[in-house]
């Protein structure tokens, strides 16, 4: 359902992506592991429509990805909140967006805020919100617009190892109720195993595709005490590893 | 509660200080034309005989009209001059050519232009704090990181939008963060208008006491004109604290 054919992008100075194509099916989530630099940011701005200066083809459902009518979730780096907003403002932020009815969302609403466990902190402001917290806030604010396609960039990458373990897990449990069709963009190896059904690999920028794998042990329960859960990393490993240029 | 004590502390703090130090300056200079502090304060109950509130209320009307329309010309102007538009490539180099001129010295003009009016005395203090307001505003908007769009533009806002929920905002807050040094500067021209051609006004009156050589009453006027201003800051202050909570 989304398809990205022969896409290249070229900055005044860098080549930031050099020929991609990929397909993914409704309810798929799809980790690109790639190096820094490698274009993974890039790529998600041009599936978010805030990059348009690219070459080659992206579809969704067959046609251009329309921003206005299909709801597109965007999770960044750092979190995309405005700090103007409250936590709560924030995540109905797409809803109103959208000029959707909040009155009838509410129910959804509290759901998603309680399961992610961040229901006390709907009056709180973002400058008073830890990184994990926000980070949580984004999220929710991603499910309640149920999107057509969510785009996650190193959306774990800023939080310490305790707190990112615990926020993807919380992620994957409100992920799998739905199955939004997903884009998660990452260098953590690690992050790309446990959240990946399929992990394509990216090469150096320009990023191009290396290999699309499949993962053993995408959704197992506890998924990094597996012996294929180490395999399949110290595989991938050995693929950013071999794509050393002088 | 307890910011309300802090500020009620430095406020008491404030103005011992000062009261000290103008007592020190009476008595190292002991010339009439500085009476004691004591003196002054102790006429103050006097004034209000003396149309005091009159005078106080024609000054706050003009500081708070033309703040009021300073902020509003240097959102809209200052928003414009930011944006990529014809507006903003013929703003700019006027801004730049027109910025350097003193304003002040405009005054002759507007008097000329509006008389002796109220709105003469209200455009001429807009001039003057209007100009750093829209450059303040047109900065700041422009600053606003790129990222700050992406979530937005994801979402498929159209551009009234982006407006509303982030450049509004945003410019708000510019806006606030410059208030009083508006305020500072809208009670300076303040004075100087007033004393040209006004009957009512604060300036008027600590000129008027001048000029009939009574030098304590007229530092009365100064003690008066001061404290409405320092109304003002408070306010400012509480207007402060509601809307920008966010910036923590
Ligand atoms: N706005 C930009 N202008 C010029 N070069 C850019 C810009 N954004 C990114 N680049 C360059 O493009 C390459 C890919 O960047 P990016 O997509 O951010 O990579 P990643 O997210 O994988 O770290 C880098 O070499 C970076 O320096
Ligand atoms: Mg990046």
């Known amino acids: 359902m989304l398809n990205i054919s022969n896409l290249s992008l070229n900055y005044a100075q860098t080549a930031a992506l050099a020929d991609v194509s990929l397909s993914i099916d409704k309810g798929d989530i799809y980790a690109i592991l790639g190096p820094s630099g490698c274009g993974k940011t890039s790529l998600l701005n041009i599936l978010a429509g805030s990059i348009t ?22 999770i960044t780096q750092d979190y995309g909140l405005l700090p103007w907003r409250t936590a709560y403002k924030n995540v109905i932020l797409p809803l109103k967006i959208k000029c959707k009815d909040i009155g009838s969302c509410v129910d959804k609403i509290d759901y998603v805020l309680e399961k992610l466990g961040i229901s006390e902190l709907r009056n709180r402001y973002p400058v008073s919100l830890s990184g994990g917290q926000k980070q949580r806030v984004a999220i929710a604010a991603a499910f309640v617009m149920d999107p057509d396609l969510l785009l996650m960039d190193e959306p774990f990458s800023a939080l310490d190892q ?11 449990r409100v992920w799998e109720e739905s199955c939004p069709t997903t884009i998660l963009v990452t260098h953590s190896i690690e992050e790309a195993v446990f959240l990946g ?25 506890d998924a990094r005490g597996l012996p294929g859960f180490a395999a399949i990393s110290s595989e991938l490993r050995q693929l950013l590893k071999s794509d050393v240029r002088p | 509660m307890k910011k309300g004590i802090t500020a009620l502390v430095n406020f008491s703090v404030g103005a011992a200080l000062v009261l000290a130090v103008w007592q020190i300056a009476h ?18 109950p006097a004034l209000l005989g003396q ?10 009307y003009r500081i708070g009209m033309a703040l009021l329309f300073s902020m509003l010309i240097g959102l809209i102007v200052g928003i414009a001059a930011a944006g990529k538009g014809v507006f903003a490539k013929v703003l700019t180099p006027f801004l730049y050519f027109t910025y350097p001129i003193p304003r002040v010295a405009l005054l002759p003009a507007v008097m000329l232009i509006f008389g002796l009016t109220d709105a003469a005395k209200i455009i001429m203090i807009t001039i003057i704090v209007v100009y750093p307001i829209i450059v303040v505003v047109r900065d700041s908007v422009k600053d606003i990181p790129k990222q700050t769009y992406n979530t937005l533009t994801c979402y498929g806002a159209g551009r009234v939008q982006v407006f509303l929920y982030i450049t509004l905002p945003w410019a708000l807050g510019g806006i606030l963060s410059t208030a009083r040094i508006s305020l500072g ?14 009957r009512r006004g604060m300036g008027f009156f600590i000129l008027d006491a001048w000029m009939r050589l009574n030098y304590v009453q007229m530092y009365a006027g100064i003690v008066v004109l001061s404290m409405a201003g320092f109304a003002l800051f408070v306010l400012i202050d509480i207007i402060e604290g509601v809307f920008m909570k966010w910036k923590g």
Request: charged share 10%; proline share 5%; with cysteine.
């Open chain 1, 197 to 221: 059904q399929k992990i394509v690999v990216l090469s150096r920028a320009p990023g191009r595709v290396i290999q699309i794998l499949d993962n053993p042990v995408f959704g197992c329960p």
């Open chain 1, 162 to 172: 305790v707190t990112r373990e615990a926020t993807q897990e919380l992620f994957f």
């Open chain 2, 27 to 44: 008595l190292a200079l002991s010339v009439n034309v500085l009476p004691s502090p004591f003196v002054v304060l102790r006429a103050l």
């Open chain 2, 185 to 198: 500067t809208a009670i300076s021209i303040l004075f100087f208008v007033e004393a040209y051609g006004a």
């Open chain 1, 53 to 74: 200066h690219h070459t080659g083809q992206v579809t969704l459902y067959g046609g251009a990805i329309d921003h206005k009518n299909m709801s597109v979730g965007l």
């Open chain 2, 51 to 60: 149309d005091i509130f009159t005078h106080a209320y024609h000054s706050f």
